[in-house]
């Protein structure tokens, strides 16, 4: 697979959520199917899950598709691997990534081991680090040295870096001290990473662990550690009591007992982007209810409705709506939401539209508009949200990237577009690619500044 920054961009959007989806589950738990067959994943919302008495024990009824799709592993991936493929680059599909984690959450060590093998048989392109990352996190919880030793022999650089996060996850959500123990042992072998995978957030995830037995404990070690670690422990601790009021409370206190704002504010940001994941409303309200100053506020609101856009850009957009309304950077704040909104149901984002103030009709929205659709293949739509672009010079340089973009799949329909335009607006279309450059911009609205120091990867 060649990586780029553009592919470990889209990716790290990606691996925010599911790793996400990773934190906090059971400690000292098998790791096999049972302890958590049962929880929701956006793929089944309309399967209900529940647990039924069984001559007095309690089990689980198991995900239908998932359970189903693991029955055959190598076709159920290669099914959801599809749905996947189907998603525009910029946007990934979490339900389709959800859809792979249902599946292998059924399956024993060696039906993953082999799993793994047969990837490569697969193709793909970015969209399988996250598949990998899925996969090694539940061997590892099943056969942890098995799962690292698996990475080590058989991945390089940044899928490297990338399938040690997924099995020391899955690891340590297992097995936390034998897990703890082995990083201990062979940590230097993990190296550093684009992608964050540094020594101190594996011992924020053994931390993390211990945390959830052992608060007061976990705490009193937060004091005698470098900074750089605190600060990942924090963090982590801060993901894991995202939807649980009572260890939200314990940390914040402690924090704010510690009269240290950085840490307090990084904690907040975590917490935010993990109960956005999950329920966005309880996210805002979590805001308001530690009342911080304007500017910080702004800052906390902004992270949760970037991750509610991922998964309800409908409803991130309105409550913005009734946020910002008279605003004047109104535009500015709801653009990359609305152009999500507008990829999934531009008919309905349009309506809403057309029914606000002018406040939020800008150069933003449409250019953001117009990149949702070039993310889904509608490119004559996307022409007509870049026709409203205001500025002369901005509006060129989209209709630039809309043309790269759209001769890549169908030159001549391309050519015929490029011939309606105005003589002087046509001039200023680049006959050379400049696809990754329109690409890159998309992703950069959609990812934001968390990979701005990422560098380049070379081509495997």
Do not use: C
């Not at 096999?32 to 994943?41: F, H, I, K, Q, R």
């Amino acid at each position: 697979m060649k990586s780029s920054g553009i592919a470990i961009a889209v990716t790290f959007a990606a691996l925010t959520g599911v790793g996400g989806f990773f934190v906090g589950k059971g400690v000292g738990s098998s790791g096999g199917a049972d302890e958590e067959a049962s929880l929701p994943t956006k793929s089944t919302l309309s399967q209900t899950t529940s647990t039924q008495s069984n001559g007095g024990t309690g089990t689980v009824q198991p995900n239908l598709r998932g359970y189903e799709l693991s029955k055959n592993p190598r076709q159920g991936l290669e099914t959801l691997l599809e749905e996947l493929r189907q998603s525009p680059m910029a946007q990934m599909d979490f339900e389709a990534l959800f859809g792979i984690w249902d599946m292998v959450q059924y399956l024993d060590a060696y039906e993953l081991q082999s799993l793994m093998a047969e990837l490569d048989e697969m193709g793909g392109g970015q969209e399988m680090m996250a598949v990998r990352m899925m996969l090694l996190n539940r061997w590892a919880a099943k056969d942890g040295p098995a799962a690292m030793e698996s990475v080590f022999e058989g991945e390089k650089g940044m899928m490297q870096m990338v399938g040690a996060m997924g099995a020391m996850m899955g690891w340590m959500r297992s097995e936390p001290d034998q897990a703890y123990a082995w990083f201990k042992e062979n940590g230097d072998r993990l190296g550093g990473s684009a992608m964050g995978m540094g020594k101190e957030q594996i011992e924020a995830m053994y931390f993390a662990n211990m945390a959830k037995t052992d608060f007061d404990g976990t705490m009193a070690k937060l004091d005698g550690m470098e900074s750089r670690t605190q600060k990942a422990v924090i963090q982590q601790l801060a993901q894991s009591a995202g939807m649980d009021p009572e260890r939200r409370t314990e940390l914040l206190d402690y924090l704010k007992s510690k009269d240290d704002p950085d840490l307090l504010h990084d904690a907040r940001r975590s917490i935010v982007q993990q109960m956005a994941w999950q329920d966005p409303q309880a996210a805002i309200d979590f805001i308001e209810s530690e009342n911080p100053g304007d500017d910080l506020r702004d800052e906390l609101v902004n992270s949760a409705t970037s991750m509610w856009s991922h998964t309800d850009p409908a409803g991130a957009v309105e409550w913005l709506g009734e946020e910002l309304k008279g605003q004047p950077d109104a535009g500015e704040k709801i653009s990359s939401s609305f152009g999500q909104w507008v990829g999934q149901d531009e008919a309905e984002a349009a309506q809403w539209l057309a029914s606000q103030g002018d406040e939020f009709k800008t150069d933003s929205v449409f250019r953001d508009a117009g990149h949702g659709l070039i993310n889904s293949g509608e490119y004559e739509r996307s022409a007509e949200w870049f026709e409203q672009i205001i500025d002369d010079d901005d509006r060129r340089v989209n209709y630039d990237r809309l043309y790269q973009s759209w001769k890549e799949e169908d030159q001549a329909a391309a050519d015929q577009w490029k011939t309606q335009l105005p003589a002087e607006e046509a001039a200023m279309i680049s006959q050379e690619s400049s696809v990754g450059a329109a690409v890159g911009a998309v992703i950069g609205a959609s990812v934001g500044e968390a990979m701005e120091e990422v560098p380049a990867e070379e081509g495997e």
